[in-house]
């Protein structure tokens, strides 16, 4: 006797997580591609303020030593007073929004029509959850229509604004986000398995890469923290 197909599961958290990814990796060369130019301006502009900001230093350490034995609120409230230091901050803060929201708007609306388009698809699933072996269906199992799709996406905005934690609820049963939640739908899987070892080594290497980009920003600021100093001191 033929047994029945088993029923979906939902699909966890970190096979879900490595096919966003593989997603957001497929559609990262296009963004950058057509966000070139604007990057490069914006990269420009956040160099020539971290300059700027750069040369109030010295002027910085000049009015830290005057201060001498003064309450640091004392200091503090000088600094907050001052016109071209609030200037430079409101420079960089600026170049470093614009340098990470055009990318990132961009990333979006083409990610929406990613979504959409494959996972009102037959294959009901974006590349990245396909290699994984997952789909995504309404509250009864049913593959979606453009509308509960886009409905899908639209509410993904929430689980991003929610610092996350809109994604996070996914790693707790029923393994739902708080977008699946206000869309009626879920990522099912045929069956619960663990993550195949190159799903591993692909979250493995994503680790890596954000602790050698936070090394190297790091030691950026400590470059840029070295050479405001040196100004300060006269260069000696």
Not at 16 to 30: G, I, N
């Amino acid at each position: 006797m033929a047994r029945a197909p088993a029923e979906p599961v939902n699909a966890r958290f970190w096979a879900r997580y490595a096919a966003w990814s593989l997603d957001a990796a497929c559609l990262a060369p296009l963004v950058a591609w057509l966000g070139a130019a604007r990057w490069r301006a914006d990269w420009a502009a956040l160099l020539e303020a971290g300059r700027a900001l750069q040369a109030q230093l010295p002027r910085l350490f000049d009015q830290l030593l005057d201060a001498g034995l003064a309450p640091p609120t004392t200091l503090a409230a000088q600094w907050l007073a001052d016109p071209r230091l609030a200037a430079a901050i409101r420079a960089l803060e600026a170049a470093v929004a614009s340098l990470l929201l055009a990318p990132a708007l961009l990333y979006a609306v083409l990610a929406l029509a990613w979504a959409v388009a494959f996972e009102a698809s037959r294959w009901q699933a974006t590349p990245g959850k396909r290699l994984l072996g997952l789909r995504v269906v309404d509250a009864q199992g049913r593959r979606l229509g453009v509308g509960r799709a886009l409905l899908r996406h639209l509410a993904a905005g929430l689980s991003w604004l929610s610092l996350n934690l809109g994604h996070a609820l996914a790693a707790v049963p029923p393994h739902l986000a708080l977008h699946d939640r206000l869309s009626g739908t879920r990522v099912v899987a045929d069956a619960a398995r663990p993550l195949p070892v190159w799903a591993k080594a692909w979250l493995a290497l994503q680790a890596l890469a954000g602790i050698v980009a936070a090394g190297a920003l790091l030691r950026a600021l400590q470059a840029w923290l070295d050479a405001g100093l040196l100004q300060a001191l006269g260069g000696v």
